[in-house]
Every structure is written in C-alpha cells, then in structure tokens.
C-alpha cells in the first residue's frame, strides 16, 4: 500500500485554531480508501473525491495513526508532487 502523509503540521498553513492538520494521500483512490478504513476515517470526509487531488486532511494523532499502519512521511511539496503525477497519469 502507497500511503503518504506530509508535514503540512509544522507550517502555519497546517494550522486549524490549534490543531496541526496535515494531507494524507496515495498513488490510487482504492490505496486511500484502505487506509481511511484501517485507521477510522470515515469515507465521507474525504477531500476532492474522484480527482487527482484527493486526500483527507488529518490530525496530528491520525497522522500518527497512519505511519504505524504503514504510510510514508513525506514533505508537502511531494504531496503535490504526487497528487501532479496522478493527474498526469
């Protein structure tokens, strides 16, 4: 499974009041969803479903939550890399 979260949490971007937010992302939507379900996310609060640009965004404890359950630690700006190359095919 290709899961990724950013550090979007170390920016003030990724700041929402005090929680520190961060994006998790993967190579497929079917990758995402596995994880979502892996971890407790509700399917429903997925962002931009359907496109290239989707992800959730998470809290610093799922974030947590989803490097236990594998995913990779990665930096925003290959957050976007990847959510680039997904539109690109």
Do not use: C
Request: aromatic fraction near 4%; glycine fraction near 6%; avoid cysteine.
């Amino acid at each position: 499974m290709t899961v990724y979260v950013d550090d979007m949490h170390r920016s003030p971007m990724g700041r929402l009041g005090r929680m520190k937010m961060s994006h998790m992302v993967a190579d497929s939507t079917e990758e995402l969803l596995a994880m979502a379900d892996k971890i407790g996310l509700a399917r429903r609060w997925i962002q931009n479903p359907g496109t290239a640009s989707e992800h959730f965004d998470v809290s610093k404890s799922v974030r947590a939550l989803a490097v236990a359950a594998g995913a990779k630690e990665i930096t925003m700006r290959e957050a976007a890399q990847t959510m680039m190359q997904r539109r690109n095919g």
